[in-house]
């Protein structure tokens, strides 16, 4: 089976112009109205908290799985917040079932509790699937979250080819993989820093005063430089395209592109990024350095600029390029 | 953990402060966040030896895990003595699934990455949060009675990691655990995980994987780590960065058995 592209959306118009490009499926936010009205606006039961990034009304809901199923292509919606307070677990069960009524074909969730309290309803044909957020760093992983009743699992944005690829051959469980925008420095479903800035600065993006106390008197050189290195990158140029004929090759289910909130412009742009190296880079599979010749001459051709370090998603295609010892 | 005590102490990962803990008090060793910084199996067999010989109980701190590392580690816990009074606290689910299979008699805690507690400084000075939404971030597993009555019964889960932080009080653990004992709440004062990263700063930015041994550079010092919109100072050290806490902000929770875990120095 052909490895899917899975794409953000915001809106209903985005629809075609991102299926004309490649997108398969699709995933987008909404946050319903009980949550909002508990906890303000920073804390989104979606980890999106502007609002580009959501669907704003149920009718924008409906429009968007229209045009999705008029094409035959399904989407998702993401309750990915973690931990789900207890008092919301079945009012988010029972806002999920409004979804699937709605013939959304399911979700992505992070929090165990509201994971065993899906399963417990038995949906048909819905589906979901458990967020990068569990850190699905094994195969183990994979199959408790598949028996916790996750139709697909969506792998830690850290492995490399090789694990990924092992991790999605050794189960039955469709895996998805992370790797186009959005690269975090750190391990998503261990960071707990609070995405609070509504100019969208990170704590992790932030320029940090350093100061050393160690052994040595100074900080060791490769130590400032490794640190140095995310401060102030810009996740917009974070890509992974080199690695993408050998997930497709290798088993892996689906391709996530980050972005929910962008421009359409740049969602489009992705997507077909992505969908020219699955297909047109299919034949390098064999050759990870054919695939970083390839992938790198996409990249420089879709962002105007050569790729690096800071932005890369897969490092094991820039081989020599980091600083150990 | 069948010695009833009170405290343990952070004991470094291959317990080699152990000798020198206060009468009386658990050890802890490992790490939650680097495979690197687990005890071999020599070392984890002496950190047995003298934590019986004190008559304490050790706590073994153990990460993510890949799968080649999950396997490692695997032998390295299968190396652990039936009768040694040893509690495994996990930070992955794989790891936790393939325990409870292999060593269902072996006690498994939810360590402090799966919790889910929220520990970024800047919660507690945020100017965007409201009230309701602050305390949000305090939640996690030890506050869903579904996930802790499914972790105790079907994993055999005994207890939870949470750190001591002003807005994170974990009010109760409401069921008993599958074995009938209360669940142990192993509250950590000192240094809460804010975040973990796989590239290391201490190998050059390169995956923890990517090296089959380390040399653990990261214990010749940490660095403070300062932006005025943070609210606090962060330490990177290793893969983690953590912030300082006195500890003292111990959460009430009725119905468990709380154990305080003491650290020294960053871990």
């Not at chain 1, 906890?39 to 229209?66: K, Q, Y």
């Not at chain 2, 700063?201 to 932006?227: I, K, N, T, Y």
């Amino acid at each position: 089976m052909t490895m899917r592209i899975l794409s953000p959306i915001d809106r209903a118009d985005e629809l075609p112009v991102l299926a004309a490009a490649g997108a398969d499926e699709f995933y987008a936010g909404y946050v319903p109205p009980f949550w909002a009205e508990a906890f303000g606006p920073v804390v989104s039961c979606n980890r999106r908290s502007f609002d580009a990034a959501n669907l704003s009304t149920t009718d924008e809901l409906d429009a968007l799985v229209l045009a999705g199923n008029l094409r035959g292509l399904p989407v998702y919606i993401a309750l990915n917040a973690t931990p789900i307070p207890d008092s919301m677990i079945p009012r988010l069960v029972d806002f999920v079932v409004e979804l699937s009524l709605r013939e959304v074909r399911g979700v992505i969730v992070s929090d165990l509790a509201l994971l065993l309290a899906l399963k417990e309803r038995r949906f048909r044909r819905f589906e979901m699937h458990a967020s990068t957020l569990f850190s699905a760093f094994n195969g183990a992983t994979v199959a408790f979250l598949a028996r916790q009743g996750a139709a697909r699992v969506v792998l830690a944005r850290e492995l490399s080819v090789a694990e990924a690829t092992r991790v999605a051959s050794s189960g039955r469980t469709p895996v998805e993989v992370i790797g186009m925008r959005g690269r975090c420095p750190n391990i998503e479903g261990f960071c707990s820093h609070l995405h609070d800035d509504p100019n969208r600065t990170w704590p992790c993006e932030l320029h940090y005063e350093k100061t050393w106390e160690g052994v040595s008197l100074e900080m060791p050189p490769m130590v400032a430089k490794a640190l140095d290195r995310n401060e102030g990158a810009d996740r917009y140029y974070s890509c992974g395209l080199c690695a993408v004929p050998m997930l497709a090759v290798g088993g892996v289910h689906a391709f996530k592109i980050v972005g929910r909130g962008a421009e359409t412009s740049r969602k489009v742009s992705a997507v077909e990024g992505v969908r020219r190296m699955r297909d047109e880079g299919i034949g390098d599979a064999g050759s990870p350095s054919a695939c970083a010749r390839r992938g790198k001459a996409l990249y420089r051709e879709m962002f105007g600029r050569p790729c690096s370090p800071e932005n890369c998603y897969f490092p094991e295609f820039r081989p020599g390029e980091d600083d150990r010892p | 953990m069948r010695e009833m005590i009170a405290e343990i102490h952070y004991a470094g990962p291959d317990g080699t402060w152990i000798p020198r803990l206060p009468e009386g008090v658990g050890a802890a060793i490992g790490s939650d966040y680097c495979v690197h910084l687990l005890p071999g199996a020599e070392a984890l067999g002496r950190a047995i030896a003298e934590t019986a010989s004190r008559r304490v109980p050790l706590l073994l701190l153990t990460p993510y895990l890949r799968d080649n590392e999950l396997k490692d580690v695997t032998l390295l816990i299968r190396s652990i003595p039936d009768d040694a009074d040893v509690t495994l606290s996990v930070n992955d689910w794989g790891a936790l699934y393939a325990w409870r299979t292999l060593f269902p008699s072996m006690p498994v805690t939810i360590g402090r990455l799966l919790s889910g507690q929220k520990r970024c400084p800047r919660i507690g000075v945020s100017a965007q949060l409201t009230g309701a939404g602050r305390a949000w971030h305090g939640e996690g597993l030890f506050s869903s009675p579904v996930a802790e009555r499914f972790l105790a019964e079907k994993m055999g889960v005994r207890g939870f990691h949470v750190d001591a932080l002003p807005w994170s009080l974990p009010r109760s653990l409401p069921v008993a655990t599958g074995c009938g004992e209360p669940p142990i709440l192993f509250v950590h004062g000192g240094w809460p995980i804010v975040t973990v990263t796989d590239r290391c700063p201490w190998l050059g930015g390169a995956s923890s994987a990517s090296v089959a041994a380390c040399p653990r550079h990261c214990r010749e010092g940490f660095v403070r780590l300062d932006a005025p919109s943070m609210g606090g100072t962060l330490f990177a050290r290793g893969k983690a960065r953590f912030v300082e806490s006195d500890g003292t902000e111990s959460p009430p929770a009725e119905g468990a058995r709380i154990i305080h875990v003491r650290y020294d120095d960053c871990p």
